[in-house]
Every structure is written in structure tokens, then in C-alpha cells.
């Protein structure tokens, strides 16, 4: 009897710490393939992502990061999914202020830091392309991409991208940039592959 239990505990237990992890695990794959633009260093400023994925997406538990470094928005451009919250550091002897004109920003204006301080803001509009700013320094420009979901990517210096754990399906990959137009492309994600789509700007 004892070993009996013993072996529907272990039983349980194991259909406990497998099944649902089989059962509910969703099937995803990757959309990968090469950027190119007029001018090839701006490859690195194109935001590639997947539209149309539904779901409920969960901003990151941590802020993302841009620096102020060299009176220079470090990365330029940030994608990030709805709701995340971006921590802008000051990392120039000089100081810095971080502003918006763009409504869709709430036209924030987080003030005036030294080096080594930052502030906080929390993007909350999927759609948004936040233009970034600095009193200070008027020729500073960094810009924020607010998405719907976490499926996007930016470029390597080669143009090369990847979005990986895209769950399978048909959606439109679609391209940001500050000054190009927008490029789209229909492309459907098959689980465990690899779906190839080249975009050029
Ligand atoms: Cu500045």
C-alpha cells in the first residue's frame, strides 16, 4: 500500500511538472532576414516588427535603457512593447534634459540632471514615436517606438535581423524609420522554422 502511494505521488507529481509545460507551451518561430537602405549606416535605425499578434503583453519587470553620452540619445532609436518603462541616464559632464513635443508622449518633460543621475518614463501608447529631445542641447534627437508586442527587432550594422518565439501564424512584418517610409510584408510564422522576408527601405 505504502509503495503504492508512493508511486501516484511520484505519478502525480510528474504529470504535474510535465504536462502542462507539453500542453501549454505555444508553438513559435522565428522571422529573420536582411534590411537595406539609400544610405547603409542608417540600417541600424529601422525598427522591424510583427504586427497583428494578439495577446496580452507584459512590459519587461526592468527599464530599458537610453544614455546621454556624448550629447548623443544612446541607442538613437529604442523600440520597446507598450508599458515599458524607460530610464534615460545622464552620462556627459554636462547637464541634460529630456523632453517630448509628441502628444502621444504626454508632451513629458522629466527636467534637468546631472551626470550620473536619470529619471524615468513609462511609454504607454502602442503606436507612438516619440521624438526625444534636449533643451540643452538642441541638436540632441533620439527617438522611442512604442509596439503592441514584444516581436520586434532592430538590424546589425550588415542589415541582418531576427525576431525569435514569434508564435506561429500569419501576420505582416512592417518596418519604422525616422525618415523612410514604412515597408511591409506579409509573412507567416511556421512553428520551429524560420521564415526568411527582406525589406528594403
Ligand atoms: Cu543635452
Redesign the pocket.
Known amino acids: 500500500m505504502q509503495t503504492n502511494v508512493a508511486i501516484l505521488r511520484t505519478g502525480i507529481l510528474t504529470l504535474l511538472l510535465c504536462f502542462p509545460a507539453g500542453l501549454f507551451a505555444q508553438a513559435t518561430g522565428a522571422v529573420t532576414g536582411t534590411v537595406t537602405t539609400k544610405k547603409a549606416k542608417e540600417v541600424v535605425n529601422v525598427v522591424v516588427y510583427v504586427d497583428g499578434v494578439q495577446g496580452d503583453f507584459k512590459p519587461p519587470s526592468e527599464p530599458s535603457r537610453v544614455d546621454?553620452k556624448n550629447?548623443t540619445f544612446t541607442p538613437h532609436v529604442l523600440p520597446v512593447v507598450k508599458g515599458t518603462t524607460v530610464s534615460f541616464v545622464n552620462s556627459d559632464d554636462?547637464l541634460?534634459?529630456v523632453f517630448s513635443p509628441d502628444e502621444c508622449a504626454e508632451k513629458m518633460n522629466l527636467g534637468t540632471w546631472p551626470k550620473g543621475e536619470s529619471k524615468t518614463f513609462t511609454f504607454k501608447q502602442a503606436g507612438c514615436h516619440s521624438a526625444l529631445l534636449?533643451k540643452?542641447?538642441p541638436e540632441?534627437e533620439g527617438w522611442v517606438v512604442v509596439l503592441d508586442n514584444p516581436f520586434f527587432a532592430k538590424p546589425d550594422s550588415s542589415g541582418k535581423y531576427t525576431i525569435p518565439n514569434v508564435p506561429a501564424g500569419k501576420y505582416t512584418i512592417k518596418t519604422w524609420h525616422q525618415k523612410y517610409s514604412e515597408k511591409s510584408a506579409p509573412v507567416e510564422v511556421k512553428a520551429g522554422g524560420s521564415t526568411t522576408v527582406d525589406l528594403d527601405l
Do not use: P
Request: aromatic share 0%.
Open positions: 546621454q550629447l554636462v541634460h534634459n534636449c540643452v542641447h540632441m
